[in-house]
């Protein structure tokens, strides 16, 4: 079992910069690609960017590439989503989850087994 725990999130204006962190327990945590998504108002449940068990691997949405950047520190169990230049379109509640079913990152939600509580971040125009 592995519980997330997500940094707040808070309101920023357009063009800040905002880093989430996502704490997990459990000693497995490691093994697991970890992935971040969103989740605007009246919308479905997005993928923002997802990493590999080793950090070796990312992928983002098209919308982020550039800049967005997740990462992860395995020794403190955390994966960070460093968000620059946001937008307004970024508002939303962020959600960090765990893949314990392979290492390697997804864009599929279905693909993810443990989830965060949600942070929620807007950006004012």
């Known amino acids: 079992q592995v519980q997330l725990v997500e940094s707040r999130g808070g309101l920023v204006q357009a063009g800040d910069s905002l880093r989430l962190s996502c704490a997990a327990s459990?000693?497995?945590?490691?093994?697991?690609?970890m992935g971040w998504f969103r989740q605007a108002a009246g919308k479905e449940r997005e993928f923002v960017a997802a990493?590999?068990?080793?950090?070796?691997?990312?992928r983002y949405t098209d919308s982020v590439k550039g800049r967005f950047t997740i990462s992860r520190d395995n020794a403190k169990n955390t994966v960070y989503l460093q968000m620059n230049s946001l937008k307004p379109e970024d508002t939303a509640v962020y959600y960090c989850?765990?893949?314990?079913?392979?290492?390697?990152?997804?864009?599929?939600?279905?693909?993810?087994?443990?989830w965060g509580q949600g942070t929620q971040v807007t950006v004012s125009s």
């Open positions: 459990g000693r497995t945590y490691s093994s697991y690609a």
């Open positions: 989850a765990a893949d314990r079913n392979s290492g390697l990152p997804s864009a599929i939600r279905s693909s993810y087994d443990y």
């Open positions: 990493i590999s068990w080793n950090g070796g691997i990312t």
